[in-house]
Structures are given as structure tokens and as C-alpha cells.
């Protein structure tokens, strides 16, 4: 079957790092997403890994495994408006999107 | 307009009514898609279109119709609604199928009473 395993919530200090993981089994292999979903709306598209390493964007990295099936989204430098859900969403041999419930992520001051 | 527009909002229906949700992009995106999102669950694809005049069944397809008569509107249907599709409804493109990404409408807030 096809499963993603994440955190179901973390809490993290706002100017703080926090590193989001995520491990995966899926039907083949095509790429992961990360989507960032607040609360009421509609998920936003953070990044995309095909290949193995660490590709990043500002204050946002993700990092992939194909190996491991592994993937993390590392946040820096935090900030209030980060506080939402997290998905990590691989593609399987079908270009289908694997989606999971996500990690909710809780900023504090 | 810019991205992808969904109507209406939201939407209280009453079981057995029709009900056809909008959507439309202005992006000239090939692929379009129409999602449900239940509290605490990952989203769960309804019907696909890789193209325009072609449409693909998702996961979760039963009771629901769609149709792609040009490349901005993708319309979904619920012939006959039930209490069980009370959800979010999202839309989303992407430019091609397979790994291109899906970029999101504000979504629809639905419940069938």
C-alpha cells in the first residue's frame, strides 16, 4: 500500500528552526511535494524534490532521500504567519499525488 | 482574474439536490483537478482532466460528475447530494499532467443537510 508518516503536530518558538520529517512508501517514485495549508484555505505549493539533497528557497529547505524514502522541510527563522499545516506529498509510478493529513505546525511568541 | 477561481463559496443544500460547483483558471493550464478535503484527512482527488475533452476518475469518483468542454472551466456535479459529501472542495491546474505542479483555488465549503 501506499503510506506517508507524519508528525501530526509539533510546537516550535517563533525566530526558532524546526524540521518537519516525513518517510514515505508509495507504488513507484516521481517526485515529493511540500504544500503549506492555513487553516480554512487552500494548500500552497513550497517546493519540489526529484532528486536526492537539499534544495533550498529562503528561509525554507527540503531535503530528499529516495534511498531512505525520507524527506524533511526545515523552517527558519520563524515566524507567526508559519503557523499552519505542513504536507508532504510524494508521486507515485502513476503521477498520482500521495496525500496525507500533514503535520500541523503551532508557532508560540 | 489571476489563478483559479471557485464558486460558489460555500453552500448549505438540502440531500437530493443538484448541485454544480465552478471553477475556472485563466493560466491556459492543460491539467485540471478536483479534490475533497474532510476535517483531520488528506485530500482525496474526485475526477481529473489531463486535457481538454478528457476527464479521469479519481479516488473517490462516485457521485460526482464532471465535464471539460474548453480549457478554463472544469465544472463538478453532485447529481443527487448526500450527507456524506458534506467537505471542502478544492480545484486545482497544473500545466501538464504528471509532475507539474498543482496550484489551488480558494476552495468550497459544502454541506448537504
Known amino acids: 500500500g501506499q503510506n506517508i508518516d507524519q508528525p501530526t503536530e509539533m510546537t516550535a518558538t517563533e525566530g526558532a528552526i524546526v524540521q518537519i520529517n516525513c518517510t514515505y512508501q508509495t507504488s513507484g517514485f516521481n517526485g515529493l511535494f511540500w504544500y503549506q495549508q492555513h487553516a480554512g484555505e487552500a494548500p500552497t505549493f513550497l517546493s519540489y524534490n526529484v532528486l536526492d539533497g537539499l534544495e533550498e528557497k529562503g528561509r525554507f529547505s527540503s531535503f530528499l532521500s529516495r534511498s531512505k524514502g525520507y524527506s524533511y522541510l526545515l523552517l527558519k527563522e520563524l515566524q507567526m504567519k508559519d503557523s499552519a499545516s505542513y504536507l508532504c506529498v510524494p508521486l507515485d509510478s502513476n503521477y498520482q499525488l500521495i496525500w496525507g493529513a500533514g503535520t500541523k505546525l503551532i508557532i508560540k511568541p | 482574474i489571476a489563478g483559479i477561481t471557485q464558486a460558489p463559496t460555500s453552500q448549505i443544500l438540502a440531500a437530493g439536490r443538484r448541485m454544480t460547483l465552478r471553477c475556472t483558471q485563466d493560466?491556459?493550464?492543460?491539467?485540471m483537478y478536483w479534490y475533497r478535503q474532510d476535517l483531520g484527512l488528506g485530500l482525496r482527488l474526485i475526477h481529473y482532466s489531463n486535457t481538454a475533452g478528457t476527464t479521469g476518475k479519481g479516488e473517490v469518483p462516485d457521485g460526482y460528475s464532471v465535464s471539460r468542454a474548453n480549457t478554463d472551466d472544469f465544472p463538478l456535479t453532485l447529481a443527487s447530494a448526500v450527507p456524506s459529501q458534506t467537505s471542502v472542495y478544492f480545484c486545482?491546474?497544473?500545466?501538464?499532467?504528471?509532475?507539474?505542479?498543482?496550484?489551488f483555488g480558494p476552495g468550497t465549503r459544502l454541506t448537504v443537510l
Open positions: 493560466m491556459r493550464h492543460n491539467a
Open positions: 486545482a491546474s497544473s500545466d501538464g499532467a504528471g509532475s507539474d505542479t498543482q496550484y
